[in-house]
């Protein structure tokens, strides 16, 4: 998780490119505030409060408390709610709408959401899923539970998983999610 200006630096250069690849790309999202500019620009917030929230002095509360409300902001428009220190580094979010990620749930290195996706709990104190690096999660996918994804596991749109799935590479889809295949 970022604790460092190096590590903000890092988490932002590493994903500034999933979303503007080319500098003519950010000029024109810039101009046009198209979709890839803006969960961009979403993103780099979150990323900046996760920064200062990690910090200790007034100077980062303050640009907490700023970040922190430009990020919520934008998440309100956008559909988005992730919280801060869930999402390693490499975090791709495709689309705009209904992308809910529960405050304990822990994603990891270079994974992929779509849209209208949900990784949550089943209720009050109870835990929320781990997924390893490199998941895909297709449109309208919902994860509840204390389970466990393991890494390179793509799964399907529409489905729901509500167990763990302990293989790596594997595709699961349905509702609930089964194993398919290989991913």
Same mark, same amino acid.
């Given at each position: 998780?970022?604790? #460092?200006?190096?590590? &903000? ?8 490119? &999933? ?24 993103? =780099?917030?979150?990323? +900046? ?17 700023? &970040? ?17 220190? #869930?999402?390693? =580094?490499? &975090?791709?979010?495709?689309?705009? *709408? ?34 390893? +690096? ?9 994860? $509840? ?7 390179? $596991? +793509? $799964?399907? @749109? ?11 590479? @594997?595709?699961?889809?349905? $509702?609930?999610? #089964?194993? =398919? *295949?290989?991913?």
């Amino acid at each position: 998780m970022i604790k #460092t200006k190096q590590d &903000l630096k890092e988490y932002l250069e590493a994903e500034r490119p &999933l979303y503007l690849p080319t500098r003519a790309e950010m000029v024109s999202g810039f101009l046009l505030q198209s979709r890839g500019y803006m969960i961009w620009q979403y993103v =780099k917030n979150l990323r +900046k409060s996760e920064y200062h929230l990690a910090s200790k002095g007034l100077w980062h509360d303050i640009m907490y408390a700023i &970040l922190h409300r430009k990020w919520h902001i934008m998440g309100r428009k956008l559909g988005l709610e992730i919280p801060p220190f #869930t999402c390693e =580094k490499g &975090l791709l979010v495709y689309h705009c *709408g209904r992308v809910a990620v529960n405050a304990d749930a822990r994603i990891g290195e270079n994974c992929i959401i779509a849209g209208s996706t949900c990784v949550g709990n089943t209720g009050p104190d109870t835990p929320s899923p781990k997924l390893g +690096k490199n998941v895909y999660l297709g449109w309208n996918t919902v994860l $509840v539970g204390g389970i466990e994804i393991a890494d390179n $596991v +793509k $799964v399907g @749109a529409g489905a729901v998983v509500i167990d763990s799935v302990t293989e790596p590479g @594997a595709f699961v889809a349905g $509702v609930p999610a #089964t194993i =398919k *295949g290989k991913a």
